[in-house]
Nanobody
Framework: VQLQASGGGLVQAGGSLRLACVASGRTTFSSYWMGWFRQAPGKEREFVAAISRRGALTYYADSVKGRFTISRDNGKNTVYLQMNSLKPEDTAVYYC???????????????WGQGTQVTVSS
């Protein structure tokens, strides 16, 4: 599956952004667990959130729990990340990822989008 992320930008602390990731290709989107990851400058990529194939289950990193919400629309082949109460430490390149299996935040996702920059100013 090919993934295309969008929705990043510059926002002030306390603001909100919604990222979207559209899947394409000769595959069934609803067969994939979907996740969001982020990588800040000089840091390793980290898990942000994941959602099960039909959206019944969601998982979040402790750092974003209560502020971010992952959701999906299988009819539109799209997964979203609603980010509220943004903090400067949320600044990073955000990547969407997909895989047919889920083994927790350390899942080796097989498909990755190109990343979208989120910058939160203080």
């Amino acid at each position: 599956v090919q993934l295309q992320a969008s929705g990043g930008g510059l926002v002030q602390a306390g603001g909100s952004l919604r990222l979207a990731c559209v899947a394409s290709g000769r595959t069934t989107f609803s067969s994939y667990w979907m996740g969001w990851f982020r990588q800040a400058p000089g840091k390793e990529r980290e898990f942000v959130a994941a959602i099960s194939r039909r959206g019944a289950l969601t998982y979040y990193a402790d750092s974003v729990k209560g502020r971010f919400t992952i959701s999906r629309d299988n009819g539109k082949n799209t997964v979203y990340l609603q980010m509220n109460s943004l903090k400067p430490e949320d600044t990073a390149v955000y990547y969407c990822a997909g895989d047919t299996t889920w083994n927790g935040p350390d899942t080796n996702f097989g498909s990755w989008g190109q990343g979208t920059q989120v910058t939160v100013s203080s």
